[in-house]
Each structure stands twice: as structure tokens, then as C-alpha cells.
């Protein structure tokens, strides 16, 4: 059996034009996707059923058993975190918000290791952005800066940019410049028409001087901005104050280098001066393919994108405070349910550390470098392959999610459900 | 040196197996100017350690042209992150690039990912 | 089967006719009855003012665009922060408050029905799942088609049938309720940074005008037989001098349905400026007015603003980048691929801004200047005006002359030479007030028929009981009373159950989403046509397949079907 | 009046107290139902602290609050306070200060994040080190620290003094990275050195009496001034010519490497 245009539930790009072979209950082969989603299709490697750490190794016990654990592990914490949540659909997230408000606890996504830089800015200054498709028909310049989208988005270029033809662009290779901005040569940099090639940590330095002489106050801007020639800036500058429509693309080389969520200011303000020029629209490059949909649920449930904090029964949110590193590493939570993530993997080993010393259970189909410090792990399927749901693109559109088959999971938000109506004495009794 | 880390394809592909070892092998690479190879004085191949503060991690080196001298590039993962510091300045947001490390040769075996885990108080599963 | 009396109700009921009389309502099993049995559940009004339960016909509640007002504003849920207490989710937000923040403040003002004012259909799904979190109203979803290319397009052909059927598609597609133009042809500029000035200018590359697309699209509207009218947002908003145009678009309406308006213009203060610049602004009402006077085919809504803090949000994607360029304070921007386009900046209405003197004033002029009621519905295009928790503020400025002087005073000098309102000295009704905020609503919207925006039996039992009595109260000097009463419900029925007591939520609640399906003959229908799928696979960047919003994403979903005269 | 709430041995000592009803003006009316929040659990007072009270005041400003123990985990103490003291013998937590208006707290320890955010009055002094955004604002917000003063005699950490718009910041030693971007108004004076000062300020005066590395293209040299008591010479900059600014920078050293 062949599923056609099915949804990719890799990176935030959520190609959705996937044809999924499926024979006998499983993925036999994946059509259209680039090397990480087919992967993802074709990985075979998921837990069997519910796992319990003991004193010596691991023992499967029964779904109710672990759900009835959880229940009684998030109700006697103090201070619960509940983290990841950007691998799985809209459902689950909804779910899990809402168990983050009855548990008091603090709910957390793996923005805050991603974009959430990204956010703070906007939250300064605003966001002009667009649907990817305005970019792919329109844009004549596109920029990226501080990404590596063959790496990490492999068809980016091909479906919205360098490769993707569209109407007002009938030959996008020939007709679009592209500027690629970062520290280092990558498959990205190859194909830049300009590449400006920085020192670390220079990105804010040179994104000022380029609003800068993008405002005719170039003459202030030293001969060398963080190893960029002002020859070079004046150069980019002009090409992106004549394109017809300039798009500008950003990623980790922002929002993890010194400065955080200054770099990305400078940038959502560097194309705000743009727009007085000509049309310009910025996308932050999102990795997980429903990292953005987290941060649009948690925010229409409690007016805050991620970190939100319910310890009051109210939402505060005040990132560097109320993110999942910083209350790991300082120790505060007692108790950590992770969901459809790998802060093991991901997390600096400080933040890992905390826990070895707190129950974690961990919702996730597959065994990760967390499963090491989960006293519990509950298996469930994978959204977009055995669970359908909504995912929300790096652009802001919601698509709904395949399911393509059916292993016999559970999905995420049902288990997350389940937990709450343990809590609130629904359910069960 | 500089110590910056970033997604790369095979780190992408074997992101939802991490037990596997082509995982453990990507994440443990550190990608270096040919340059700074020399001035080690070692080669395509062999280990290092890096370190910071009191934390430090054995790494497979790769020579990469395109690194810039006096910096390393290595796949986003536990390896990388065994180092890297959980300051987040107020954001949220550790430093998973920029970091100053110390880059040293070294003869020890590079640990796999549940070596790690286990160094920090995990159980391999 | 579960039973409610509400007894000695002192009803206002302007589509039944009944304009104050104590009476009792039945319901049963969510519907109004003639009567129920002893058994019934029993609430007693007291004498107190009973309405059908308030509709919003255009609001900004739920959608991306909301959202990122939402996202871009930690400051903003700094006010109306509420715990978690019985059944209510804790809420934060003052403009732009979360969905639930919404749905308990519009539940305790008495409000049941609510239709959010702009919804690009590529991202209708995000604005049902926000529907899916607003538990205490029934929701509707105006769709927009300002920039849209396919009907761009048509409109260019001279095709209205296939417009209409590019409508009709695309409406059932992402279930959405009615045909909303913001600024229209202005979008598709606004892809390119610029803009349309006036209803006759030509949209680049499409070759079609404003006055075009309007005029096809209330023809093709009334060929779909759609319960609601055109929804209009015409161009030029907040431009000074931009009245004329506001007059240009309304000529462009035919009368064509008997039952409602054939085009609804929608926060039409913003569009009734005189003068050429913002020094010279001033109020144009009366020639607006006097246009919706003589054209019963018009409906407009207020679109009042109050002074404060609040948060502008539109589709309309150019005014708020020269807004931005106004106040330099965060901006944001969402172009949508093939459709349309919005934008998002924050603001404050100031009582020492002549500006803003002036636009507070336009406002209530229009509702005093349109002799019927039911041709200027209240609103504040929340939050582009005012959140709408200001509307018991509205209430009472229509109702009490004295109250609108009090206020006038505070003003801005050198507003009063700009405005007529100091010289208008008619004061509504609670009969006005009650088409303005329910009946003329649920008229306009084309939902009479299915029971919304009166009491009498066959009507759903959305019902609001104010803690006010008609017979006690002088609105024109008790005006503080009447804000107080229109602030909090004694009781809001929802769908036949008690959903409020004294602004307290008593039910988690669960929304319907209400929305329209025309049937067109199959060669009209675009799912089929292979010139349609073809442009969009490729320039969309989802699949066809991929488009519509599934029946997963509606709760209770009430589908209004029609019989296309294609 | 004197309040002295000595912090005592808690299970968990790393759960954070969120403690804004730890103002002066609070204990005149006595310590019976004043409550804590740890973590998810609201506690009485005298459950986290051993309360001792020693006289009476009439009014606010007659009231000493002083703290002692480990109160690195209290949080917003001081909040909203008008009147009166309040001394920290040691470390204190988060959010310390939090839109203080009037009254003195004086902190002979460190302070953890957001010491004085949103401060609009009265002072604050910091004997140790002040961690990442002293004297700032809260995201999203326009307007930072608007009056008082508010002085750290060791360092503080990054994103220091951020949009402030009114009042006077002083730290004695170093700054991190960034501080007073955004600035619009008050006065910095920063005795040590620092990075990348004042990104994108529209207006206020920074002074960096050390050396500012890292120094943004996009300021205009104006030339030097004297900076008194000492007689220093200082750089004068205006800027930030990225955003329109009007802000002004002096600095002893400079230089556009980090």
C-alpha cells in the first residue's frame, strides 16, 4: 500500500508530499523525503511495552501500572517539570499544558534550547514574517544566517528557496541571490552567492552595522566589523535594499552564540529597516517538526509561548528562570516527565546530572540517552507515523498528521489524558 | 579554542536511535583546521580531549577545511555536550557555541554515549 | 431530557417583537419551549433585564494572528492573570487574553455566539483548535479572500460563477462561515510592499480593482445563497479623508437579499476620517451615516474605540506597517502565501491625542446618526478598538447624553471643532441596545434560522440575565449602574444550561463551530477542476490533500448548507 | 520595629520560596497569615523562618525586615515596597526588589537575577555580586528600572541595567556582556570593565571606567570629556546610530575586539 502526500514528522519544514510504502504493518519504503525523514520512517527500533528501572536493571510492567505510578509522582512533587514536547502533535501538548496547571508545575519545551532566543526578540520588536510559499513565489534574495539548511533542513532549498521555482520567480536558481552567513564553510556556504564569513560571536556587531548603513549612517562603521569588510557590508546592504523581495532565514548561529536574543533583534530589526525599502520577511529555521506548534499551544492556553510556570495556579513565564536547564541545574524540580524529547542527549551534563537524583518518567517510542535516568519509560507511538494529530510548520501552518499505520501504541496525548484523570479522580473509579 | 556544535545529516539520521553506534561515532567527531591539526600534532583520526572547567570528553578528530583555524566544530550530542557549560546568562539558552576549551592529544578511548549517561548517574538501558 | 424555567424574566426580545414584558422562558433539552413540566430546574430573574444571549458578529478571539498578538506580548498577560479554580483554567491577558481569558469574560458579559473577523484559510485549522479552547461560545469564521489569486483571477475573467465556486470550495474546505475582504487587492501589493489607495486602483500583475473583486464577490456571495453577507473591511482604514472611499464602497452594493444587508462593512469608524492628514483629521460620520440611511441594503458595525491600551491586529497588512512606522513600537507581519496577508502592532489610545479624541467620537456618532438599530451593530472590532470587555462602557455612552458630556470634557482640546457628537442628543433604548448587541447580529449573520438572537420557542436557549431592572433604572443618569449590569450577568444559559452565576464559571463547556457549505454542480466544483489543482500544487507549498480542515477540529460542528443558483 | 526571619533547615532546600509578601509595610499588621509559596505549596511564614519581632512601629518606614540563613532560593522579597528596610545578611534569590518604589534593602551578601527589576524608587545596595539582569526590565516590556538607585559593589552578571529608562545604576566591579542595551534614559556607571555596552541605547548616559572590549560599530566618536572625581579621560560616543539613538557612552578604553 502506498500513502500519498503524507507529512513528514522530522524537522519544522513538514514537507508534506510524501508517498509511504507500507507492507505488513510496516514502512517498507518512503518516497520524496530527504535522508532524515526517510530515517525517521524506517526506524525500527522502538520499546516494546512499559519499563521500570530496579535496583538492578529494567523490568516491563503494565501500561496501567505506569500511568498510575506517574500520576502519583507528578501529585507528590513540589516542583514538577514537565519538558520536551516538540516531537509530538498539538493533542498532547494541549493535554500536557493542562497537566502542567492541575500539577502546578513548570511546563518547558525544547524551544528553550532552540528558538526561544528567537522569541524573546520578538517579543521586543515584533516579527515580520510570512508563509514559506510568499518566499518561494516571490523572493528574489534570500538570506541564511547562522544555518545550515542542507544539513538541518535538507529541502528547504529545494521547496522554498534556491531550487523552488514560483510565479513571480519562473527560474529560481537563476533568478535568486543567496547570501549565506556564518563562521564557517558548510554545504551551505557553497552555494551563497555571498558569503560573509564571520568570528564567532560577531553576528550582533555586524548585524547593527548593516542597519546601520542601511539607515545611510554607513560612515560610522569601522573598515572591519568582526572580520566582515564594510566593502562587503555596503555590497550586502545594496543587495537587499534593491531586491524585488528579500527573505531572511536564521538558526542556531543566532540564537546560541553570546547575546542570545540580542543577535536575533538586530536581525528582525535589520529587516524591519529593510521593509522601509523594499518587502523583506524573516523565518526562524525551527528544528523539531512541532516545536513551533508547542509554542503556539502554550500560548493561546496561557498567554506564554514555552517556560511557563504554574507553581502560583497562575502562568508566570520569565525564560533564564523558568526554563528547563536553568531549574535543572540549580536543582529545583523534584520530579521530571519528559515527553517526545532527549534532554540526556541535548542538555549540558550539569543540567543531566539533576536527574540522576529525582524520579523522570519519560514518554517516548523509541530508547534514548534519557531513558538512562528514567525511572519509568511508557512507549507510544509516533506522531505522524502510528498518530495522527496537528503539527504546526516553521511558518506558522498547521497541517494534520498521518497516521499511517498502526502498531499498537498508545498515542501520547491518550496516555497524558489518562494521567490527569488519575489525578482528578475521573477515570478509573 | 573554540568550541561550537551544530546539527549535521548523519546526526540527523541517527537522531531516534541514539543507542546505535553510527550515533555514538558522529557525535564523538571533532572537525578541525588542518592548521591546528599540525600545531597538535596529530592527525586525521586520532583522539583529543577537551575540556572545560572541570568537565572533559575524548573526541575522534576529523580535519575539516572548512573550520576556521582556532576553532572546533563538533556534531550537536551528548559528546559535545559532556563539556559544554549550563550557564544560560538569563535565557534560557546554555552556550552551545563559542565555548572556550582547552584541546589536548590523547590516548584514551573515545566513551560511548551510555559510558557518558553513566558518568553522570544514568543506568545504560 | 433536562428541563429549565427561567421565571419572571423581563424580556426584550426584538426579533419576536416583544420589547419588555415579565415573562417566563422554558427550555428543554437546549431549546426554548412553550412550556416544561414541574420538574423543571427553576431560575428566577426577578423582573431582572433578560436578552438573547449576545452575539459578537466580529471579533479577533481565535487564529494565528491572535495568537502572535498573544505570543509578541508577555507584557500583555501581565493583567488578568487568574488561578485555576474549579472549573476554570487560569486565564492571563488584558487585549489579547487567552482563549479561555476570552471565553469566561465574553460568558460573564452574557455573551453565547462570537465570529471571529479574519481567518486565512491556509491556517484555519490553527483558528478551529482555538475555537475547540473557547468552551462557552459558539463560534463562526470569517474567511478571507482579499488577496486570494484564484478568485483574483476570476474576477479578472468576468467569471463570477467560477468565483463563486472558488468561494464555495474553499469555504467548505476549511469550514468557515463567510466571505471576509480586508483591504481588498491591498494584500496582494502588501506581498510586494506596497499598496492600493482607492477602490478603482489596479492590483499589479492581476489586473483587477478593489470596487471588481468587492462587487463579483457580492454577487457570487448571493448566487451561493450564504447566510451571511460580504463582510467587508474596506481599504484605506485609519487614513485620513479616507470616508469617501468608505461611501464608494457602499455604492458599489446592490440590494439584493431581502432578509439581511448584501454587505456588511465592518469597525467602520476607523473608515469614516475626514481631512488630509493627521492634523487636520476629522469626523466624517454624518456623510457615512447618511449613506447607510438611505441603503438598506448596508449593515455596518461601530467599531468603537475606547481609550487605553490594547493591541491592533488585522489582516490588513500595509496599515499596520505605516502604523509601525508611526509609533516605532513592535511590529509584526504574517503574509500568507495565495491568500492574504496581517499584521500586529500594540498601541494606546490617549484621552490628550486629538487623533484619538476624534476616532472615540466617530464611533459613537455613527450609532447615534444611523436611524436603525439595526444597520449599526456594536462593536469594537476587539481588540483593534478596545478589548471588548469595554462594551457595558459603550452600553452606557449610547444610552445617557449626560455620561458622553462627562466625557467630552476630558478630551483633548481643539477634538470638539472636529466632531458633531457634542450636538447629538439622542440616547438609545434598551430595545436599541438589544438589536445592536444581539438581534441585529444574529439578522445580519443570517442565523435567525438556526435559533440564535431571540427567545422565542425553536430558538436555541442562549439566554442572559442582567442584574438590572428596566422599570427601576434611568440609563440616561444611572449610567454607572447600567455599565455594572452589562459587565457581569445575574445568570448566562448557554445551550439551555447555566454556564455563569454573577460572572463566576459554573461548566467547563464545549464550543460549536458553525459554518457554511454551498452546493455546486459538479463541473463547478473546484475539487474536481483540473486547472485549479494544477496552479494549486504548484504554487501553494501544502497538497490539496492536505488543505481542509478535517470534522476532527470541530467539537459540535453545525453545518448551514445551501442550494447554490450557480 | 525589627523583623528578624531566620531561614531554617527545609527537606528541600533547592525548591524556590517566592516570598513578595516580605515587605516592611506587611508586619504591621502582625506575622499571623503571612504565607510563602514553596514551589507549588503555600506555606505560613513561621514554616520556612523562625520569626522574631522586636518593637513596634506606627509605620512603614518604622520596620526593619532583616534576613538571615540561606535565602539564595527567596525570591521577590521586597516587592512593590515603599517604605521601610529590609537587610539580607547573606545571599538572596530572584527577583529581589521587584518594582520597589521606596525604602532601602541592602544585601551584604550576592543577589541572584533581576535584582530591583522594574525598580522605580528608593535604593538598593548590593554588597557581593549581582547576577544577570540587575536593574532591568521583564520581557516584552518598554521600560526597564525607572528611578531609585541601585548600586552592586562587587559585579554583575550580564544584560545589566536593560532598558533602563530613569534612575541611577552603579556597579563597582566588572559588568558581563551587554549592559544597558536598550537604554533609554537614567544614568550607568560601571567602575569596572565590561563587553559590548549599550547595544541599540536611544538615550541615558553609560560611563565604563575600565575598559568597554567588544565595542559595537555603530557609535559615533564625539570626542573626550574629563570625567571628575580623578580626572579621567573618557571617550565620549553617541549612539546607538543603528537605532536612531541619542544615548551617550564614555569610556576610558575601548576597543572593537571581545
Known amino acids: 500500500m502506498i500513502v500519498r502526500d503524507v507529512i513528514c514528522p522530522f524537522c519544522a519544514c513538514l514537507c508534506d508530499d510524501l508517498d509511504v510504502h507500507v507492507e505488513d504493518g510496516r514502512v517498507t519504503g518512503v518516497d520524496n523525503a530527504c535522508d532524515l525523514g526517510s530515517h525517521k520512517f524506517m526506524t525500527d527500533h522502538r520499546m516494546k511495552g512499559p519499563v521500570r528501572r530496579t535496583a538492578s536493571g529494567w523490568e516491563e510492567i503494565p501500561l496501567e501500572e505506569a500511568i498510575r505510578e506517574t500520576a502519583e509522582l507528578l501529585e507528590a512533587a513540589e516542583r514538577p517539570l514537565l519538558y520536551g514536547w516538540s516531537g509530538t502533535c498539538g493533542e498532547a501538548q494541549s493535554a500536557g499544558v493542562h497537566l502542567a496547571e492541575l500539577v502546578g508545575g513548570v511546563i518547558d519545551a525544547t524551544t528553550s534550547v532552540c528558538h526561544g532566543p528567537s522569541i524573546l526578540a520578538i517579543q521586543e520588536v515584533g516579527h515580520p514574517g510570512c508563509t514559506l510559499g510568499q518566499v518561494k513565489n516571490r523572493a528574489d534574495v534570500v538570506v541564511y544566517w547562522?544555518?545550515?539548511?542542507?544539513?538541518?533542513?535538507?529541502?528547504?532549498?529545494?521547496?522554498?528557496?534556491?531550487?523552488?521555482?514560483?510565479?513571480?520567480?519562473?527560474?529560481?536558481?537563476?533568478?535568486?541571490?543567496?547570501?549565506?552567513?556564518?563562521?564557517?564553510?558548510?554545504?551551505?556556504?557553497?552555494l551563497a552567492d555571498e558569503f560573509i564569513r564571520l568570528q564567532p560571536g560577531g553576528d550582533y556587531a555586524v548585524l547593527g552595522a548593516l542597519r546601520a548603513i542601511v539607515r545611510g549612517k554607513g560612515d560610522v562603521v569601522p573598515p572591519e566589523v568582526a572580520g566582515v569588510s564594510r566593502e562587503q557590508l555596503y555590497r550586502i546592504a545594496d543587495l537587499c535594499k534593491t531586491a524585488k523581495y528579500g527573505a531572511f532565514f536564521f538558526g542556531m548561529g543566532l540564537t546560541q552564540t553570546a547575546g542570545k536574543y540580542k543577535n536575533i533583534r538586530n536581525a528582525i530589526e535589520l529587516v524591519d529597516e529593510l521593509s522601509r525599502h523594499t518587502k523583506w520577511t524573516l523565518t526562524p529555521m525551527r528544528g523539531h517538526f512541532n516545536v513551533y506548534g508547542f509554542n503556539e499551544v502554550c500560548t493561546w492556553m496561557?498567554?506564554?509561548?514555552?517556560?511557563?510556570?504554574?507553581?502560583?495556579?497562575?502562568?508566570?513565564?520569565?525564560?533564564?528562570?523558568?526554563?528547563?536547564?536553568?531549574?535543572?541545574?540549580?536543582?529545583?524540580?523534584?520530579?521530571?516527565?519528559?515527553?517526545?524529547?532527549?534532554?540526556?542527549?541535548?542538555?549540558?551534563?550539569?543540567?543531566?546530572?539533576?536527574?540522576?537524583?529525582?524520579?523522570?518518567?519519560?514518554?517516548?517510542?523509541?530508547?534514548?540517552?534519557?531513558?538512562?535516568?528514567?525511572?519509568?519509560?511508557?512507549?507510544?507511538?509516533?506522531?505522524?507515523?502510528?498518530?495522527?494529530?496537528?503539527?504546526?510548520?516553521?511558518?506558522?501552518?498547521?497541517?494534520?498528521?498521518?497516521?499511517?499505520?498502526?502498531?499498537?501504541?498508545?498515542?501520547?496525548a491518550g496516555i497524558l489524558l489518562e494521567i490527569t484523570r488519575r489525578i482528578t479522580g475521573g477515570g478509573s473509579r | 579554542m573554540i568550541l561550537n556544535t551544530g546539527r549535521t545529516i548523519p546526526q540527523g539520521n541517527s537522531v531516534e536511535y541514539k543507542p546505535s553506534p553510527e550515533y555514538g561515532a558522529e557525535t564523538s567527531r571533532a572537525f578541525l583546521a588542518p592548521l591546528d591539526l599540525m600545531d597538535l600534532g596529530i592527525e586525521d583520526g586520532d583522539r583529543i580531549r577537551i575540556s572545560c572547567g572541570d568537565r572533559s570528553v575524548v573526541l575522534t578528530v576529523s580535519a575539516g577545511d572548512h573550520v576556521p583555524p582556532g576553532t572546533l566544530f563538533v556534531p550537536y550530542g551528548a559528546h559535545a555536550n559532556h563539556v559544554v557549560p549550563a550557564a544560560t546568562h538569563g535565557t534560557g539558552m546554555p552556550d552551545f557555541k563559542g565555548i572556550s576549551v582547552d584541546v589536548e592529544p590523547a590516548t584514551d578511548p573515545v566513551r560511548s554515549v551510555w559510558d557518558l549517561m553513566e558518568d553522570l548517574g544514568g543506568r545504560r538501558y | 431530557m433536562t428541563e429549565l424555567l427561567v421565571k419572571n424574566a423581563f424580556v426584550i426580545d426584538p426579533l419576536n417583537g416583544i420589547r419588555g414584558e415579565v415573562m417566563d422562558i422554558a427550555v428543554r433539552d437546549g431549546w426554548i419551549v412553550e412550556s416544561v413540566g414541574d420538574g423543571a430546574e427553576v431560575i428566577d430573574a426577578a423582573g431582572c433585564l433578560t436578552l438573547p444571549g449576545g452575539i459578537d458578529s466580529h471579533t479577533h478571539i481565535c487564529g494565528t494572528k491572535v495568537n502572535f498578538g498573544r505570543y509578541m506580548m508577555p507584557e500583555d498577560m501581565r493583567a488578568g492573570r487568574t488561578q485555576r479554580r474549579g472549573v476554570m483554567h487560569s486565564t492571563s491577558g488584558y487585549s489579547v487574553p487567552t482563549t479561555y481569558g476570552n471565553s469566561y469574560r465574553y460568558c460573564a458579559m452574557g455573551y453565547t455566539s462570537v465570529l471571529e473577523g479574519a481567518m486565512a484559510p491556509l491556517e484555519a485549522r490553527h483558528t478551529h483548535e482555538e475555537f475547540a479552547a473557547t468552551p462557552l461560545q459558539d463560534t463562526m469564521a470569517n474567511t478571507l479572500f482579499d488577496g486570494n489569486w484564484p478568485v483574483m483571477e476570476a474576477v479578472r475573467d468576468g467569471d463570477v460563477k467560477r468565483a463563486a465556486a472558488i468561494v464555495a470550495w474553499t469555504l467548505a474546505a476549511v469550514k468557515g462561515f463567510a466571505i471576509k475582504l480586508t483591504n481588498p487587492g491591498g494584500s496582494e501589493c502588501w506581498g510586494w510592499g506596497k499598496n492600493v489607495h482607492c477602490i478603482r486602483e489596479m492590483v499589479p500583475y492581476f489586473g483587477v480593482s478593489p470596487a471588481e473583486i468587492i462587487q463579483t464577490l457580492i454577487r457570487a456571495n448571493e448566487m451561493?445563497?450564504?447566510?451571511?453577507?460580504?463582510?467587508?473591511?474596506?481599504?484605506?482604514?485609519?487614513?485620513?479623508?479616507?470616508?469617501?472611499?468608505?461611501?464608494?464602497?457602499?455604492?458599489?452594493?446592490?440590494?439584493?437579499?431581502?432578509?439581511?444587508?448584501?454587505?456588511?462593512?465592518?469597525?467602520?469608524?476607523?473608515?469614516?476620517?475626514?481631512?488630509?492628514?493627521?492634523?487636520?483629521?476629522?469626523?466624517?460620520?454624518?456623510?457615512?451615516?447618511?449613506?447607510?440611511?438611505?441603503?438598506?441594503?448596508?449593515?455596518?458595525?461601530?467599531?468603537?474605540?475606547?481609550?487605553?491600551?490594547?493591541?491592533?491586529?488585522?489582516?490588513?497588512?500595509?496599515?499596520?506597517?505605516?502604523?509601525?512606522?508611526?509609533?516605532?513600537?513592535?511590529?509584526?507581519?504574517?503574509?500568507?502565501?495565495?491568500?492574504?496577508?496581517?499584521?500586529?502592532?500594540?498601541?494606546?489610545?490617549?484621552?490628550?491625542?486629538?487623533?484619538?479624541?476624534?476616532?472615540?467620537?466617530?464611533?459613537?456618532?455613527?450609532?447615534?446618526?444611523?436611524?436603525?438599530?439595526?444597520?449599526?451593530?456594536?462593536?469594537?472590532?476587539?481588540?483593534?478598538?478596545?478589548?471588548?470587555?469595554?462594551?457595558?462602557?459603550?452600553?452606557?455612552?449610547?444610552?445617557?447624553?449626560?455620561?458622553?458630556?462627562?466625557?467630552?470634557?476630558?478630551?483633548?482640546?481643539?477634538?470638539?471643532?472636529?466632531?458633531?457628537?457634542?450636538?447629538?442628543?439622542?440616547?438609545?433604548?434598551?430595545?436599541?441596545?438589544?438589536?445592536?448587541?444581539?438581534?441585529?447580529?444574529?439578522?445580519?449573520?443570517?442565523?435567525?434560522?438556526?435559533?440564535?438572537?431571540?427567545?422565542?420557542?425553536?430558538?436555541?436557549?442562549?439566554?442572559?440575565?442582567?442584574?438590572?431592572?428596566?422599570?427601576?433604572?434611568?440609563?440616561?443618569?444611572?449610567?454607572?449602574?447600567?455599565?455594572?449590569?452589562?459587565?457581569?450577568?445575574?445568570?448566562?444559559?448557554?445551550?439551555?444550561?447555566?454556564?455563569?452565576?454573577?460572572?463566576?464559571?459554573?461548566?467547563?463547556?464545549?464550543?460549536?463551530?458553525?459554518?457554511?457549505?454551498?452546493?455546486?454542480?459538479?463541473?463547478?466544483?473546484?475539487?474536481?477542476?483540473?486547472?485549479?489543482?494544477?496552479?494549486?500544487?504548484?504554487?501553494y507549498t501544502v497538497r490539496m490533500s492536505n488543505y481542509p480542515v478535517q470534522d476532527v477540529y470541530l467539537q459540535r460542528s453545525l453545518c448551514m448548507e445551501s442550494e447554490a443558483q450557480l | 520595629m525589627r523583623v528578624i526571619l531566620t531561614a531554617g533547615p527545609r527537606k528541600n532546600p533547592f525548591i524556590p520560596v517566592e516570598a513578595e509578601t516580605i515587605v516592611p509595610a506587611r508586619f504591621l499588621q502582625g506575622v499571623d497569615g503571612i504565607t510563602v509559596a514553596a514551589g507549588n505549596r503555600i506555606l505560613p511564614l513561621t514554616d520556612v523562618f523562625l520569626v522574631e519581632v522586636e518593637g513596634t512601629a506606627a509605620d512603614p518606614s518604622g520596620v526593619e525586615v532583616v534576613l538571615r540563613g540561606d535565602n539564595s532560593r527567596l525570591k521577590r522579597i521586597g516587592e512593590y515596597m515603599e517604605a521601610g528596610k529590609i537587610r539580607v545578611e547573606g545571599n538572596i534569590g530572584m527577583h529581589c526588589g521587584n518594582f520597589m518604589k521606596g525604602g532601602e534593602i541592602e544585601i551584604l551578601g550576592g543577589a541572584d537575577g533581576w535584582l530591583g527589576r522594574e525598580m522605580r524608587g528608593g535604593r538598593i545596595l548590593c554588597h557581593g555580586n549581582a547576577s544577570h539582569y540587575c536593574g532591568s526590565g521583564y520581557r516584552g516590556e518598554k521600560h526597564g528600572m525607572r528611578g531609585g538607585y541601585l548600586e552592586v559593589r562587587g559585579n554583575a552578571g550580564d544584560f545589566a541595567a536593560e532598558y533602563l529608562a530613569g534612575g541611577e545604576v552603579v556597579i563597582r566591579g566588572d559588568c558581563g556582556d551587554m549592559p544597558g542595551v536598550e537604554m533609554k534614559g537614567g544614568t550607568l556607571t560601571i567602575h569596572g570593565s565590561c563587553t559590548r555596552p549599550c547595544g541599540n541605547m536611544t538615550g541615558g548616559t553609560c560611563t565604563v571606567l575600565g575598559s568597554a572590549r567588544g565595542m559595537l560599530p555603530t557609535f559615533r566618536r564625539t570626542g573626550t570629556v574629563v570625567h571628575e572625581p580623578g580626572g579621567v579621560i573618557l571617550t565620549r560616543f553617541e549612539g546607538d546610530v543603528a537605532n536612531r539613538g541619542k544615548g551617550t557612552l564614555l569610556a576610558r578604553e575601548w576597543q572593537y575586539t571581545l
Not at chain 1, 536527574?355 to 531513558?371: M, W
Not at chain 3, 457615512?288 to 488585522?314: C, E, L, S, W
Not at chain 3, 431571540?454 to 434611568?474: F, M, N, Q, S
Not at chain 3, 457549505?517 to 494544477?534: I, N, Q, S, T
Request: hydrophobic content about 35%.
Open chain 1, 146 to 190: 547562522g544555518c545550515n539548511p542542507q544539513h538541518a533542513h535538507p529541502r528547504h532549498l529545494s521547496r522554498y528557496t534556491t531550487y523552488a521555482d514560483g510565479f513571480f520567480v519562473r527560474n529560481a536558481f537563476k533568478e535568486r541571490k543567496v547570501i549565506v552567513a556564518d563562521i564557517r564553510g558548510t554545504d551551505s556556504t557553497n
Open chain 3, 224 to 539: 451561493l445563497r450564504l447566510p451571511h453577507s460580504v463582510h467587508l473591511h474596506c481599504n484605506n482604514l485609519g487614513v485620513p479623508g479616507n470616508y469617501t472611499c468608505t461611501i464608494g464602497s457602499m455604492d458599489l452594493a446592490p440590494d439584493l437579499n431581502p432578509d439581511r444587508q448584501s454587505l456588511y462593512l465592518t469597525h467602520v469608524q476607523f473608515h469614516a476620517y475626514g481631512g488630509t492628514s493627521w492634523k487636520d483629521i476629522c469626523s466624517k460620520a454624518e456623510p457615512v451615516a447618511y449613506t447607510v440611511n438611505r441603503k438598506p441594503q448596508i449593515t455596518i458595525d461601530m467599531g468603537q474605540m475606547m481609550f487605553g491600551k490594547t493591541t491592533t491586529m488585522t489582516a490588513d497588512g500595509p496599515m499596520e506597517f505605516n502604523l509601525y512606522r508611526l509609533h516605532h513600537n513592535k511590529w509584526s507581519n504574517h503574509d500568507v502565501e495565495l491568500e492574504t496577508t496581517s499584521g500586529i502592532i500594540p498601541v494606546y489610545y490617549s484621552r490628550t491625542s486629538v487623533v484619538n479624541c476624534v476616532m472615540w467620537a466617530i464611533g459613537l456618532e455613527l450609532a447615534l446618526l444611523v436611524k436603525n438599530p439595526w444597520q449599526c451593530l456594536l462593536a469594537t472590532d476587539n481588540p483593534n478598538g478596545g478589548p471588548f470587555i469595554k462594551y457595558p462602557e459603550i452600553i452606557a455612552l449610547l444610552m445617557s447624553r449626560r455620561y458622553r458630556e462627562e466625557e467630552l470634557k476630558t478630551l483633548a482640546p481643539g477634538t470638539h471643532s472636529r466632531i458633531t457628537l457634542p450636538s447629538l442628543d439622542r440616547e438609545l433604548d434598551w430595545h436599541d441596545i438589544a438589536v445592536m448587541t444581539r438581534a441585529g447580529q444574529a439578522r445580519a449573520l443570517g442565523i435567525r434560522s438556526i435559533g440564535k438572537g431571540h427567545l422565542a420557542p425553536g430558538a436555541e436557549a442562549d439566554i442572559a440575565i442582567y442584574p438590572i431592572r428596566v422599570d427601576k433604572t434611568d440609563p440616561s443618569r444611572q449610567y454607572r449602574e447600567v455599565i455594572q449590569a452589562f459587565q457581569k450577568t445575574a445568570w448566562t444559559v448557554k445551550r439551555g444550561r447555566p454556564v455563569a452565576r454573577d460572572g463566576e464559571i459554573l461548566v467547563p463547556g464545549v464550543n460549536k463551530t458553525i459554518w457554511a457549505r454551498a452546493k455546486v454542480r459538479e463541473e463547478l466544483d473546484m475539487g474536481r477542476d483540473p486547472e485549479f489543482a494544477r496552479n494549486f500544487d504548484r504554487y
Open chain 1, 302 to 412: 496561557t498567554g506564554y509561548p514555552y517556560a511557563v510556570d504554574f507553581a502560583r495556579g497562575m502562568a508566570f513565564y520569565n525564560p533564564g528562570e523558568t526554563t528547563a536547564v536553568d531549574i535543572l541545574a540549580r536543582k529545583e524540580c523534584d520530579m521530571c516527565l519528559v515527553v517526545a524529547s532527549d534532554p540526556a542527549a541535548h542538555f549540558p551534563a550539569e543540567a543531566v546530572e539533576h536527574l540522576a537524583s529525582i524520579p523522570v518518567v519519560q514518554l517516548d517510542p523509541f530508547p534514548n540517552l534519557t531513558t538512562a535516568f528514567a525511572r519509568i519509560q511508557i512507549p507510544v507511538a509516533v506522531s505522524g507515523i502510528d498518530a495522527d494529530g496537528t503539527a504546526y510548520r516553521m511558518d506558522g501552518v498547521p497541517l494534520r498528521l498521518h497516521r499511517v499505520l498502526d502498531r499498537g501504541y498508545p498515542d501520547d
